[in-house]
Structure formats: structure tokens, C-alpha cells
């Protein structure tokens, strides 16, 4: 009998103890490497040089929603962890949410889009609408839209109010009297991130390569680089630290790739078989059958120009696509190879000033064959393809959670720091209309 | 102990691998010598431990037991500094068997109902890995009538027929957004069965050292006319048809175990379980689906397993003719590839703790308890699938309980 009561009391005892562990049972710890550090950097004032990437530009227009998940505010909220200050952005006020205007998907039957604008508000010159509320206090988001490097630097300063986004952000006083090189200065930052030129090329490419005015130049080799030269030094002008940021390739955004010869060749076959080639006029004048090399701007999907005429529109050689619609052939060979130059005179000169690389080129490139990242598959197809907005150059958020990654791993990479890494599954693609 | 454990591992190296969905808690007993056993007639566990075993039981007995399971995962998003967790969730393996035989005869049935494989893991819907998944509960019920017969006082072999009763619910996020940003949703859900056998012999020497060869077959599971619903924006409605249904296939892999037992004194026995379980069949999980459109395509996920294997050992002590006292340890050789570490089995090679309690108030019942403890190392993964990357690490608890009626 007593031995009966010691064996309760022993199994009493174990199953207290086996409840115990049980409760106490400890969640799984995952070690991190090491302690949060900012390396060799120092992240306390960080400024964010650029274009409309940098602004947080989306769906052809700039709006709040877009601002907020620009990559450089992505990159401050995750450089605070290792000693980043507070960063601040121009951001539109909720009555102006909708900023300047932007484009939203109102429906998808059989994988054709209808793209529908959403009206701005953030005019202060109503109904005009050509200038914006205007922004006053100091700023870390410096991204300008359709901020170029060769107009960074105007040396007749037309561009400050001529560029309704740049002429936002300056006073009165300012307007007609400043280019961005001087705008940037004085901030007293300690780190910047430099991503510029993109326009450069990319001007000349939206306008089908034909150059109109200053927004559509193919900037000079040799211009870009001395250019190039004066904005690193400007910026590293106290010694502060950086990550500058190579060009992507144009024919890497679903601007180029989506209206193809082939696809428009098969909607004018649907409406008249007898259809038999797309011709365009090229950069040179000659008017010939496109191929699949000849890379035809999005917008040209909704112009509603194909076949139309006596002599129907773009099927006929008395009637091509006109230039201004085509990169054709030969300007997508001259446009790589400026954009390839222009990326060899940035990793240079950053190589020089030890400055940390956002090869945002090679990752284009990546995302354009298409990848899966973290059970995301993103690739550079249009609405689909997740990375890109609406306007089928610039970010979705999760485009720019992506994109500030690749900030992040080569900021780390150069400085020794830790800044984690941002979760790009938080951020959403391309919003699909829905009923309910 | 790891002196001994190496040199297992490096004697067989082919059995480079050991567990994915599989669940080794089939007895309390055994559990609590960390899922050895397969060589001692220690109860009707032997049902699936090792039907040769189970004709040299010395009563007929009937038992049920569970083993509420905690299966706790945490995921790291590599170069990230928050951690996730698993929800809490309480998966419950259970077992049930019952073992009967004429006293003098030399044979006996048996019938088991216990759940050897199976996962219930909850990451949420808004975890970072949700468009791998988020969660999957799968269970898998097996039945098996057995038949064991001694063939001498020395020899027993015995063999059953196994019916798998399988059931899947398999959800995640889908990279689609609403305009309000959130995701759509995926859910596949489906019953299915599966046919095998189990087989086992059981060898006592002399000596009254034992030893178990148990090979426990494959069950390919298929699960037709599953539900496969998808939330999506109504603009998208064409591409992921409502009503949709698919069929999918889960092999269940083959066990071959190998077991000794050997009595260090009247009341002590040591059991040894090297098993080596034949994963490499899950080659990948596909679903095929009866409508596909140009966004829903069927799915073929590689998950090429290897083969895993485990090595378990357990010490059963009866303290007095009530109480009985046991403890085991065991490691086992993940059948996950790198490259191929899912969130609905973050495998990796793990250690097993157990320890366990028997006690008996009379001669026709008796009540067993068991703890059960895996740590499963922390793994640095990015999946050549989804290119989910980031460092998983699960510790497993499951504490159990079972009653027995002897007679």
C-alpha cells in the first residue's frame, strides 16, 4: 500500500512535470548572424537622388498610395534598425491623395485590359490642372519625375518650372532660378542613394526614338559621364557614403514588350483576314514589314489607330505605324548601347569613390526572364507580371519592395551593415478590378 | 551515445536521410523509448511495431491512446529581423489496437487503427511565406488487421493488411491583389485512400536477445474529385473557374526497420530501431485540375525526397510489478533535399528525447504515459520552387496518454 502511494506520487509527479515542459514549451529561436550594425556607414540622414523611381511615380501618375512605397521610404524604414534617422518625403495630403492623376484597371475580360483614369487632385490651378499644391519643408525623397541628368544640371534653369513636379517643391522665389544640382545641396546628409539617367535614355525611347525637345534627347556619351562625374562629387562632397544605382536596359519594361507586330498583326487578322503584314516607318524615314525586333510603345494598344483609314492604318505601306510609335531596330541597338555606356561610366566612377553599386540593370534583366521570390513569381509581363504599375514603366509596390532589396543587399554588401532586408510579399502587384 | 549514433550513420551510408510528414507515435510504450520497439513484444503496439511480435504476447489486450502533438515552426526571411511562428495548433495522432488469440494456440489477430503519417501546420494568412502557403492539415488513418503466428517458441511472423483513409486541406495566399490590396486565397481539400501491408518477423534467441525485421509497404494515396476553391477578384473569375475540382497523389513511403532487443537484467530491456524509410518515391506533389485555364495550369512541384532513415534507442525498466519507467533517444536524417525545404514540412535532421511511464493498479489494467520531444535543427533554405528563402527551425512536443484492458 505504501509502495502504491509512492508510485502515484511518482507518476503524479512526472505528469506535473511533463504538463510543465509542456506549457513552458519554448518557442523555436532562430539566431540572427550578428548584431544589428551599420557597418561602415552611417544611415542618421539619408537623401534619396533620383527620377520618378525614386518618387514613387506609378501608373502614369504621382499619388499618395505610390509615394509612401517609394523604394528610398522602403529603404529608410529598414535602415532605422541600424541607426537611419527619420526620413521625409513630399508627400501629397489626404484631401490630395490622388495627386496628379493616375490610371487604374476598371476591367479584364479575356486578358484585355481597360484602363480607366482616376482624376487628380492635387491641382492648385483648377481646371487648368498643370500645377500642383505646392510642397514647402525640408525633404529626404528628392526624386523629381522626368528629372534627367543633363537637366539636373540646366544651366538655364527653364526646367525647374517647366517640370510641374520639380516646381511643386520650390518656393516662388525659387522657380526659373535653380536647376536640381543646386536644389540637392546644402542637406547635410551623411548617406544618399543616387539613382539618375534613367530619362536620359528613356526619353528618347517613350517618344518612339524622336527627339522633340530637351525631355527626349539621347544624352551625349562623354556629357553623361562628365555630368555624372559633378553629381558624385557634389554628393560626396563631405565625404558621406552611397549606393548609386545603373540604368535598367529600356526593352526590359512591359512599355516595349507588350504591344508586339505579331499581336497586332493577329487582332487585324481577327477583323480582316486579308491583313498580311504591320508596316512601319523607322527612325531613317524607310517604311517596311515590322519584326518581331521592332518594339512598338503601350500606349499604342488603347490610340485605337490600327486599320483605321481608307488606307487602313499600319497595314499598309502608304500608311505605316508612324516613327514616333516604334523603337524600331536599329534605335533599340542605339539605345542599349548608350544605356550600356552610361552603366559603365556609373560602375567606374562609384568604383572610384568606393561607393556601393545597385546593379538595378542586372536585376531588370532578371525579372524580365522572370523570378520567384518568396513564392512570388514577378516577372515584366503587363498588369500580370506583378513588378511592373499600369503605366507599364514604373513600380508596383511590390516592384519597388524588390527593387529596394537590391538597395539593401548592396549597401550591405559594400558597407558591412546589416539593414534587414524588406518583406516583399507585403506589398501588393497590379489591383484587379473586382465586383463585390 | 553520439559515439554510437556515428558510427550507425557511417556504417550505412547509403541511408543518407528521415521523416517529412511521418509521425512515430504509434504506442505509448515505445514512444517513450523514443519509437524503438519493433523487437520487443511489449504490447498490442507490436500491431504496427512488428506484427511477428504480436504472437508472443502473453495476454489479449485491447488499448487507446492519443498523443496531442505541438508542432512548433519558426521562419526567418534570410537577411530579415523578424521571426514568424506557427500557429498553436494541436494535431491529434492517436492510436487504437486490439490483439486477441486462444491461450494455447499459436497464433493471434490483431487490428490497429493509428496515424503514421500526418502535419497540421498554421503559419496564418499573413505570415511572408503565404504564397508558398499557409496552411496544410493532412492526415492520414491507417487500418490494419493482422494476423501473427509462432512459428517456434523462438520464431513469429505476422503480417497486415493496411487501408489508408487520407485527408488534405492545403491553402495559400495567391499573389493576386483586391483593389484594398489583399491577396486572393487558394484551397485545396480532399479525402482519398490508399492499400498496403505490413509484415514482420521476430527472432528470439536463446539468449532471450531479440531481434525484428519489419517492413511496413508503401501506400499510394490518391485523392480524386478534391475541392479546389479560389478566391480571387471577380476579374478574374474566367481564369479561376468557381466549382473546380482536381485530383492529386500522395506516396506514402515504404519503412524497413531493423530492431534488437536485449535484456540487461530481469527487469531492464534495451530496444534498438535503425529504419530506413523510402521517401524517395515522393517525387512531386502534382495536382491536376478538371478545368485548366491560361492562369490555372496543372501543377507539378518537385519535391525529389530522398530516402531518410532514423536510429532510436529506448530503455524500458519495470520498477516494481505497478510501475514502469522508460526513456529513448534517437536522431533521425531529413528525406528533404536542400532546395526543396517546404513550409509544409521544414525538415531537417532532427534529435529525439522521450521519456514515458507505465503503471499497472491490477492485473487487467494499465495506464501509460509518454513524452515526446524532437528538435528539428535549424535549416537555411531557399526553395528552387518559390524561392522562398529564409531559415526554418520546429521543435516538437507531444505528450500522451493510453489505456489498456488485459486479460
Not at chain 1, 413 to 425: E, H, L, M, N, Q
Not at chain 2, 341 to 347: F, G, H, I, K, L
Amino acid at each position: 500500500m505504501v509502495g502504491d502511494i509512492n508510485m502515484k506520487k511518482i507518476i503524479f509527479n512526472s505528469l506535473v512535470a511533463a504538463t510543465i515542459l509542456f506549457a513552458a514549451s519554448c518557442k523555436p529561436e532562430i539566431e540572427t548572424p550578428a548584431a544589428r550594425t551599420a557597418g561602415t556607414a552611417n544611415f542618421s540622414k539619408y537623401i534619396a537622388i533620383g527620377n520618378s523611381l525614386t518618387s514613387g511615380y506609378a501608373d502614369g501618375g504621382l499619388y499618395l498610395e505610390g509615394q509612401k512605397v517609394a523604394y528610398p521610404n522602403l529603404l529608410a524604414a529598414q535602415m532605422a534598425t541600424v541607426g537611419g534617422g527619420s526620413f521625409t518625403s513630399p508627400f501629397f495630403t489626404d484631401a490630395q491623395a490622388n495627386g496628379s492623376g493616375y490610371i487604374s484597371l476598371s476591367a479584364l475580360v479575356n486578358g484585355t485590359p481597360t484602363l480607366t483614369p482616376v482624376l487628380g487632385n492635387g491641382w492648385r490651378d483648377t481646371p487648368t490642372n498643370t500645377r500642383l499644391f505646392k510642397y514647402s519643408g525640408e525633404i529626404q525623397n528628392l526624386g523629381i519625375p522626368g528629372m534627367r541628368l543633363d537637366l539636373a544640371f540646366d544651366p538655364t534653369f527653364t526646367f525647374s518650372a517647366a517640370n510641374m513636379f520639380f516646381e511643386r517643391l520650390l518656393t516662388d522665389a525659387q522657380v526659373g532660378k535653380v536647376n536640381y544640382a543646386a536644389y540637392i545641396q546644402g542637406r547635410n546628409h551623411t548617406f544618399f542613394s543616387l539613382w539618375l539617367g534613367n530619362n536620359d535614355a528613356l526619353g528618347y525611347a517613350l517618344n518612339g526614338g524622336v527627339t522633340t525637345d530637351a525631355t527626349t534627347v539621347l544624352t551625349e556619351k562623354t556629357t553623361f559621364s562628365f555630368l555624372y562625374t559633378n553629381m558624385l562629387n557634389i554628393l560626396t562632397a563631405g565625404g558621406q557614403k552611397g549606393v548609386v544605382a545603373t540604368i535598367p536596359d529600356v526593352t526590359a519594361v512591359p512599355y516595349f514588350n507588350t504591344v508586339t507586330p505579331a499581336a497586332l498583326l493577329a487582332a487585324a487578322k481577327a477583323i480582316n483576314p486579308a491583313a498580311a503584314a504591320i508596316y512601319i516607318q523607322t527612325g531613317t524615314g524607310a517604311v517596311r514589314v515590322a519584326t518581331s525586333e521592332d518594339l512598338i510603345r503601350l500606349p499604342f494598344q488603347t490610340a485605337g489607330l490600327l486599320g483605321t483609314g481608307s488606307i487602313p492604318y499600319g497595314l499598309h505601306p502608304l500608311n505605316p505605324i508612324a516613327n514616333n510609335w516604334v523603337l524600331d531596330k536599329d534605335e533599340v541597338i542605339k539605345v542599349k548601347d548608350y544605356v550600356n555606356s552610361y552603366n559603365s561610366t556609373i560602375k567606374s566612377l562609384a568604383n572610384n569613390k568606393g561607393l556601393a553599386v545597385a546593379d538595378t540593370y542586372t536585376y531588370f534583366n532578371t525579372v524580365k526572364a522572370g523570378i520567384s521570390v518568396q513564392g512570388i513569381n514577378i516577372n515584366a509581363a503587363f498588369i500580370t507580371g506583378g513588378a511592373f504599375s499600369l503605366d507599364g514603366i514604373h513600380l508596383t509596390p511590390r516592384g519597388n519592395a524588390a527593387i529596394a532589396n537590391v538597395f539593401v543587399d548592396a549597401i550591405n554588401a559594400k558597407y558591412g551593415s546589416t539593414i534587414p532586408t524588406i518583406d516583399i510579399t507585403k506589398y501588393r502587384g497590379v489591383k484587379y478590378p473586382d465586383s463585390k | 551515445m553520439k559515439k554510437l549514433l556515428l558510427s550507425a550513420v557511417l556504417s550505412v551510408p547509403l541511408w543518407v536521410f528521415g521523416q517529412g510528414f511521418q509521425v512515430n507515435l504509434q504506442g505509448q510504450k515505445q514512444i517513450g523509448m523514443a519509437g524503438a520497439g519493433s523487437a520487443l513484444a511489449l504490447d498490442e503496439a507490436s500491431v504496427f511495431y512488428n506484427p511477428g511480435a504480436v504472437s508472443f504476447l502473453e495476454k489479449n489486450s485491447i488499448s487507446a491512446g492519443v498523443n496531442p502533438l505541438l508542432f512548433k515552426s519558426a521562419f526567418k526571411q534570410t537577411g530579415s529581423n523578424i521571426t514568424e511562428n506557427v500557429k498553436n495548433k494541436i494535431a491529434p495522432p492517436f492510436e487504437a489496437y486490439a490483439v486477441w488469440g486462444p491461450k494455447s494456440n499459436k497464433w493471434k489477430l490483431g487490428i490497429g487503427v493509428y496515424t503514421p503519417f500526418g502535419g497540421l501546420v498554421d503559419w496564418g494568412n499573413e505570415w511572408s511565406g503565404r504564397y508558398a502557403l499557409t496552411s496544410l492539415n493532412l492526415k492520414a488513418i491507417y487500418f490494419q488487421p493482422t494476423l501473427s503466428v509462432k512459428i517456434t517458441d523462438h520464431i513469429g511472423i505476422g503480417a497486415g493488411f493496411v487501408y489508408n483513409h487520407g485527408d488534405v486541406n492545403l491553402q495559400r495566399a495567391l499573389p493576386v491583389n483586391y483593389p484594398d490590396g489583399r491577396s486572393g486565397h487558394a484551397t485545396l481539400e480532399g479525402t482519398g485512400s490508399g492499400y498496403g501491408w505490413n509484415a514482420g518477423l521476430y527472432i528470439k534467441t536463446l539468449s532471450n536477445i531479440t531481434f525484428a525485421v519489419v517492413h511496413k509497404s508503401k501506400v499510394v494515396t490518391k485523392l480524386n474529385d478534391g475541392t479546389a476553391t479560389f478566391d480571387v477578384p471577380s476579374s478574374l473569375r474566367s481564369s479561376f473557374p468557381e466549382g473546380n475540382t482536381f485530383n492529386a497523389e500522395l506516396p506514402l513511403p515504404s519503412t524497413t526497420t531493423l530492431g534488437i532487443g536485449v535484456p540487461l537484467s530481469k527487469s531492464t530491456t534495451l530496444a534498438f530501431d535503425a529504419s530506413w524509410v523510402q521517401w524517395h518515391i515522393y517525387k512531386e506533389l502534382a495536382f491536376d485540375y478538371a478545368v485548366n485555364t491560361s492562369a490555372l495550369a496543372d501543377t507539378r512541384s518537385a519535391r525529389n525526397y530522398r530516402d531518410g532513415s532514423s536510429f532510436k534507442m529506448g530503455i524500458n525498466h519495470q520498477a516494481s510489478e505497478k510501475l514502469a519507467l522508460r526513456a529513448g533517444v534517437g536522431y533521425a536524417f531529413s528525406p528533404v533535399q536542400d532546395g526543396y525545404v517546404t513550409p509544409e514540412a521544414p525538415d531537417a535532421d532532427r534529435y529525439i528525447l522521450s521519456a514515458g511511464v507505465g503503471y499497472a493498479p491490477t492485473s487487467h489494467f494499465e495506464l501509460n504515459a509518454s513524452f515526446f520531444f524532437e528538435d528539428v535543427k535549424s535549416r537555411q533554405q531557399k526553395n528552387i520552387e518559390t524561392g522562398l528563402d529564409g531559415t526554418f527551425k520546429t521543435l516538437v512536443y507531444a505528450p500522451g496518454l493510453s489505456l489498456t484492458y488485459k486479460w
